[in-house]
C-alpha cells in the first residue's frame, strides 16, 4: 500500500526548513527579522517615553478638546501600523522564498521603500503633534520632543541601510530561484512570461490588501467617519476587501472570467472610493478633521491608487493569458512538487551497488 501523500502543513514545514538551509533565503529571512524587532522597539520606546511625558488626558477639559484628543492618537496610531507592516513583512517575505516567487521578493524591497518614507513622515507628523499638544499644556515634560527625537530619526535610517543590504540580497535570490522556476514550468518562453504575469499580479494584491488596510487604519483611529454611517461603512470596506482580494486570486489560479470581469468592476469602485478620500483629505470643509495624519493619509491613498491601477492593468493581461495552458501548472499540486523533489534526492543519494569482487585460485 503506497503512503499517503504529504499534507499541506509538511510541505510548508520543509518549505520553511529549506529556507534555513540555504544561504541567501537564510539571510534575507534574518535580515527582514532583524530591521522588524530593531525599528518595533525604537517605536515602542518612543510611545512610552510620549505616554510617560503626559498630564491626566481624563481630564474634562482635554477629553472635550478634540484636537488634543486626535493629536494625542497621533503616536499610537504611527505605532500600530508599523507593527503592522512590519509583521506583515516578515510574513510576506517567509512566503515568498517558500513559494520561490522574485516578484514578491522584489514587492517587499518595494515596499520596505515605502516604510522609509513613512518613517520619514512619521518624524514631521509627531513633531507637529508634540507642539500641538505643549501649546495646550497636555504635556508635564517639555523635553519630550529631544527625548524622542534620535530614535524617530533612526528608524527611517536604519530602513534605507536595511532596503540596500535586501536589495543585493534580491539579486542573489533571483539568480538562485532562476533554476526553481525553470523546472516548474519548463523552457517555454511564453509560459515563462505568462507565470511572471501571473506572480505580478498575485504580489499586487497582496501589497494592495496592506496598503489599504493601512489607510482604514489611521481613518478610522485619527478621524473616526464624520458620521456614525461614514465610520460604520469604511470599518465595513476591510473584510470586504478581503473577499474581494481572495477571489480574484482564485479566479485567476482558475481561470474564471466572469469572476475577473466581476472582480474588475470593483476595483473601479475601489479606485473611485480612494480618489474621492484624497479629494476629501485636501477639502476646505473637511481637512482639519484629516490633520493629525494628513501626510501619512496621503501618501497611503496616492500608493494605493498607484497600486489598483497597476492591478487592473494585471488583470486583464492574466485574462488575456487564460486558456493556454497555465492553469495546469498553476493547479499542480504542492504535495506533487514536493514527491517529485524526494524522488529527485533519492535518486541522486542511491549509490550503484559494487559488484563483489572475487578472489580466484590458479
Not at 530619526?153 to 530561484?177: D, M, S
Not at 469572476?259 to 478620500?277: H, P, Q, R
Request: net charge positive; with cysteine; proline share 3%.
Amino acid at each position: 500500500m503506497a503512503p499517503a501523500p504529504p499534507g499541506r502543513m509538511a510541505v510548508f514545514r520543509k518549505g520553511t526548513v529549506e529556507i534555513f538551509k540555504r544561504r541567501w533565503p537564510r539571510w534575507f529571512f534574518i535580515v527582514i527579522i532583524l530591521q522588524a524587532i530593531i525599528c518595533m522597539v525604537f517605536e515602542a520606546y518612543t510611545f512610552a517615553l510620549f505616554q510617560r511625558g503626559l498630564r491626566n488626558v481624563d481630564d474634562e477639559k482635554f477629553r472635550d478638546d478634540s484636537d488634543v484628543q486626535s493629536q494625542l492618537k497621533t503616536i499610537p496610531t504611527f505605532l500600530g501600523l508599523f507593527i503592522l507592516g512590519f509583521i506583515y513583512e516578515v510574513i510576506l517575505v517567509w512566503d515568498a522564498l517558500i513559494a520561490k516567487n522574485t516578484i514578491q521578493i522584489i514587492g517587499v524591497c518595494i515596499a520596505n521603500l515605502a516604510l522609509l518614507v513613512y518613517g520619514g513622515l512619521q518624524i514631521s507628523q509627531i513633531h507637529d503633534a508634540i507642539d500641538i499638544l505643549k501649546q495646550k499644556n497636555v504635556f508635564w515634560n517639555v523635553n519630550v520632543w529631544s527625548e524622542t527625537e534620535a530614535e524617530l530619526i533612526a528608524i527611517p535610517v536604519i530602513i534605507g541601510v536595511i532596503t540596500l543590504c535586501i536589495g543585493f540580497l534580491a539579486w542573489k535570490l533571483y539568480q538562485e530561484f532562476a533554476w526553481d522556476i525553470l523546472k516548474q514550468i519548463g523552457a517555454d518562453y511564453r509560459m515563462k512570461k505568462r507565470f511572471l504575469h501571473y506572480q505580478v499580479y498575485i504580489a499586487l494584491l497582496k501589497f494592495d490588501f496592506f496598503f489599504f488596510v493601512g489607510f482604514t487604519i489611521q481613518f478610522l483611529v485619527v478621524v473616526g467617519g464624520r458620521s456614525v454611517v461614514e465610520f460604520g461603512l469604511t470599518a465595513a470596506a476591510i473584510p470586504v476587501t478581503i473577499a474581494i482580494l481572495l477571489c480574484a486570486a482564485w479566479s485567476t489560479r482558475r481561470e474564471w472570467k466572469a469572476g475577473m470581469w466581476i472582480v474588475g468592476i470593483l476595483y473601479l469602485g475601489g479606485l473611485t472610493y480612494f480618489i474621492y478620500k484624497l479629494a476629501r483629505i485636501y477639502t476646505p470643509s473637511q481637512k482639519q478633521y484629516y490633520k493629525p495624519v494628513q501626510k501619512s493619509l496621503t501618501a497611503f491613498a496616492a500608493l494605493t491608487i498607484v497600486l489598483i491601477i497597476l492591478t487592473i492593468i494585471n488583470a486583464l493581461v492574466c485574462l488575456f493569458n487564460f486558456n493556454h495552458g497555465l492553469k495546469q501548472h498553476l493547479l499542480k499540486s504542492p504535495r506533487q512538487e514536493m514527491d517529485k523533489d524526494q524522488a529527485s534526492y533519492s535518486m541522486h543519494d542511491v549509490k550503484q551497488p559494487q559488484l563483489p569482487s572475487r578472489m580466484t585460485i590458479d
